[in-house]
């Protein structure tokens, strides 16, 4: 078996990786879904419970000043770790998923007009899809899709086209059909496209149109630096990099902050509550009303520090190796077929593809009867499954503790797979 | 290399060579049913005289899983009525539930789906076909 | 030192009990703000990461369907306790708040026309006041107040008179300013008063009013059961069930599940996605966008096994010993002020007061110099505390490991506040 | 029984004998602050005659800490210009913010507040007379 230095170093850290899975050792490879949790990020959340557990901001005691440090630290600690200039950017949501609706419900809503429009891309996940569906019904306007490289016919290189940007942006200022915003990933969680963020936002505002970032696959696989790449919003998960599930973030600039109307309405996000009406807090407490994930700050903050620790280049390197090697592997079969960049440039370890004529269900459940676990679906991209031609995918996606041998047990069981379905 | 246990010979067999598949020309019941999840899909067309099935089909775009079921349930409905048909799914759906693992006679030909029931995640894909057979009967009351 | 059969056997339970603060050992009595949590809640959360820690509903490998089945079963286990038909009525939100504001925006706002009202009491907790403001000003309606008994003046027994709310709503109908909500809470979280819910459903009802109900403060204290009230909507926090941060629940009933539009989009919720429109996923999924912090389901539903395991009737009736104790000990002083019932009536054990001349800022201080936690301010409930003709107060509020001695240590900090500032 | 640490004397001298308490008639200057998590008021009154505060008095609804603090802060502006205070304003700040124990010279007069700067949700608490302070400062730039 063959094991990185990287990996021979974290995979203690992961007590789920000792599990057995029918008899054989867990080979997780669905990062991209949710990632495993180190020691250190369990263990902040139970030294939370245990030892500071109380509500935060509102309390004079000991135990709800610390708990209100602990919170406020945490958002310290993850305005450093992507480049914000101070913690007052730093919103908590519960996921990427509410940290976009955020977006779309208390900055789009308001401004959207009818016959405007939101430029979304092909490869985006619902979650930055189907918000940007709703509030433009809500206000007349429309989505309007940058496409996928080529632009028409099924298959891609999974890449989007600068100069295709370019184009679109300039068109509709012709049709002078505003575009209010830019909504694009900035690594796919299908086609593991990385996107060139810093250049489409500077693209987009050339044209005065502001960019938010969903940066759910990109946290946990390189560094971010929000002020380099000077978008407008970026949302996140904790649970996809080795954080609590039930903890999300948003960060968003200044001008769009003072942009920005309530988004739900409760404790914390107040000013002065009258019997009709209130006024409200300032950012970023105006929106998060009810009591926060508190425990679940500390455990992101544990898992911000983990990732630090390890290493972001070491991670992207070991991440790199994984990919090329992946990439070798899938060039030997004829009948698999690959989506997304076919080399490691603007590519990283989330890899979907198709054993011609097995379902990827099929393929999924056979490689769980070997211990893997890859996820078999559209995976929250109807549209871009649409786009390729096909309904469903099975895809593997690289954590930082995956080994070159679990990629190696991925093409025996489809092996085994084409014996089954195929023979 | 040992066929894991989730792919019994039976569901191959009717994985691979499925029993009436296809769609018919002029049918007296059509459904569909779609599968969130995974984006499967699934069309059931009836032919049906006083009550009894008396042809049918099913278009599948699914797991084998879910083309197998289809095609058990193309081979138990025929020459039923629409009424006994959907008894039987319901009998079927709540074998599905429950916990044990006795399973109705009625349902003998199905049991290579039914004992695959601790795979939750495998229960919609087992009752796409089902779901459709469903609709027919609620289309055929109304 | 006394201590109740009750107390005794589940102090050991919770390990943040053995800290202590500035010399003294902790006596937490914050519960309204937020709960402690026993080993069984901490220990089923680190389970759940060492264990089966997977994204839900969409994987089909072993892990997936682990963690599909932790949070369906906790869904069951939620839908029991409360008393709800069954599981499909329970939707899981990230608390209290984001429950009511759900409803605001999922239910009430596509309803809610120009003129039309929305009936609050004035001991709402501002999440169950702000989101009725904000989707009341997006509709042109208005709020309408069921007041606190008497009508006028500051003093107030903390109760809702029946009576006027049968008035409120006849007027309303003769008026033609048609009703659409009754929001009122189970426990109020100031005042300590139990309103009694089945009888408010019947008369709202009578008059074709739905009602929600705030149970945030009654989960922890009283048996609920939602088909026996018959309410329409029940909003609680996982945190203040001695539950995990970042988890909360939404009952409701099927007609109002059949006729709430969307509320965030996403993963999880839809059924096809389109270009430029989306279908939907039946409930409870529709309202579920997003990763679901299934972790924090599984300490839920270790939370409410715990209750059920010590059983509300004790808890109650320990809280009721506290309660007459309190309130004995609240009798003894000229100078302290209680709000709320005067005695166990109608009552449950959340009490706030004021000591007359201290700012109750310093009277929490100097009590947390005792190791005594309790809250000073407006406990998110403005309009009450106007009502009651104060800008703030103290609280304390029982949990089921407090104790008569810990009530004590109150009133003897409380001598040191008045030697300190009033000497 | 000892006086817990956090009321030193000092502090409730001023907390309970406040200077400069009140309003003035007819302020050149004037400006509320509030505290949203308590519901605390306070209004800052000044007359200032060529940039220099001539008058100075606080109307408080607050804790002691709040009191105090506002005591503090009016007899330490008093005949200082309105520049120069709200300098100090910027400088008390910042040493509540940091980590150090080190304090300025020219806030002697407040340590007995800096001092408490571990219980950070008191911190509002002393900045709200600031508050107003840098309101008033800023209301007279423009
Ligand atoms: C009566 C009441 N309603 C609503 C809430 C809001 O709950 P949460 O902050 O958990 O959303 C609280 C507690 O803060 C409460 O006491
Ligand atoms: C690219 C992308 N965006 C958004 C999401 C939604 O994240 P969450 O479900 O944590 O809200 C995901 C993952 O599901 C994702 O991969």
């Given amino acids: ?6 990996t021979a170093k974290v995979r203690d850290d992961f007590p789920i990786l000792k599990r057995k899975i029918n008899g054989h050792p867990l080979a997780y490879l669905d990062n991209a879904a949710t990632t495993q949790k180190p020691n250190c990020v369990i263990d902040a959340q139970v030294r939370f419970y245990e030892n500071h557990n109380s ?9 709800a000043e610390e708990a209100t440090d602990i919170y406020e630290e945490g958002r310290e600690i993850i305005a450093k770790f992507i480049g914000a200039a101070d913690s007052g950017k730093i919103i908590f949501s519960s996921g990427t998923t509410e ?3 955020l977006v779309a419900s208390a900055w789009a809503q308001p401004k959207l007009k009818t016959g405007e429009r939101i430029m979304v891309t092909e ?11 709703l509030v433009a019904q809500n206000c007349g306007a429309e989505l309007v899709y940058w496409p996928l490289n080529p632009e028409s016919g099924n298959s891609s290189d999974g890449r989007l086209d600068l100069q295709k940007l370019d184009e679109l942006l300039a068109e509709s200022v012709k049709l002078k059909r505003k575009i209010r915003l830019l909504t694009v990933t900035a690594v796919s969680n299908v086609l593991g496209t990385v996107n060139p963020i810093a250049e489409i936002v500077k693209i987009a505002h050339a044209h005065g149109v502001p960019v938010l970032v969903d940066a759910a696959q990109a946290v946990a696989r390189m560094s971010i630096d929000v002020s380099a790449w000077d978008c407008d919003f970026l949302a996140f998960s904790g649970h996809k990099i080795y954080g609590p599930t039930g903890i999300g973030v948003l960060y968003a600039k200044h001008e769009r902050l003072e942009e920005m109307h309530p988004f739900q309405g409760g404790g914390g996000m107040i000013r002065q509550v009258g019997r009709q009406t209130s006024t409200w807090a300032d950012a970023p407490q105006k929106f998060e009303a009810g009591t926060p994930p508190v425990a ?11 990732l630090s620790d390890v290493g972001l280049p070491e991670i992207q390197q070991h991440e790199l190796e994984l990919t090329t090697h992946a990439l070798k592997r899938f060039a030997e079969f004829k009948d698999l077929e690959l989506y997304g960049p076919p080399e490691t440039i603007d590519r990283s370890g989330v890899l979907s593809f198709n054993l011609q004529n097995v379902h990827p269900h099929d393929v999924a459940q056979v490689l769980d009867e070997s211990g893997i676990a890859v996820r078999a679906g559209h995976h929250c991209t109807q549209v871009l499954h649409k786009r390729l031609g096909i309904a469903a995918s099975v895809r593997m996606s690289f954590g930082l503790y995956n080994e070159i041998s679990e990629i190696d047990r991925i093409f025996s069981a489809l092996d085994q797979a084409r014996n089954i379905f195929l023979a | 290399m040992t066929t894991p246990s989730i792919y019994r010979d039976l569901l191959l067999e009717h994985a691979r060579h499925p029993k009436n598949s296809g769609r018919l020309e002029s049918p007296d019941l059509r459904a569909s049913a779609f599968n969130p999840l995974c984006g499967d899909e699934l069309e059931l ?10 042809d049918c089909k099913t278009q599948v775009r699914g797991c084998s899983i879910c083309q197998a079921s289809a095609s058990m349930m193309s081979e138990l409905i025929l020459t039923k009525t629409l009424q006994e048909a959907a008894n039987i799914s319901q009998v079927f759906t709540e074998s599905l539930q429950k916990d044990t693992e006795e399973i109705a006679e009625s349902l003998d030909s199905l ?3 039914i004992v695959l029931k601790k795979h939750r995640s495998r229960i919609k894909c087992m009752k796409l076909a089902w779901d459709a057979l469903e609709d027919c009967a609620r289309q055929n009351q109304t």
């Fill in chain 1, 1 to 6: 078996m063959q094991i990185s230095p990287l």
């Fill in chain 1, 55 to 63: 509500n935060v901001s509102r309390g004079v005691y000991t135990l």
């Fill in chain 1, 99 to 101: 940290s976009i609706n």
């Fill in chain 1, 123 to 133: 490869m985006e996940h619902h979650s930055n899809l189907v918000p940007w569906q």
């Fill in chain 1, 296 to 306: 679940e700050v500390s455990g992101l903050a544990a898992a911000v520090g983990y």
């Fill in chain 2, 45 to 54: 067309t009836l032919t049906v005289s006083e009550g009894t099935i008396q």
């Fill in chain 2, 111 to 113: 049991r290579p789906l």
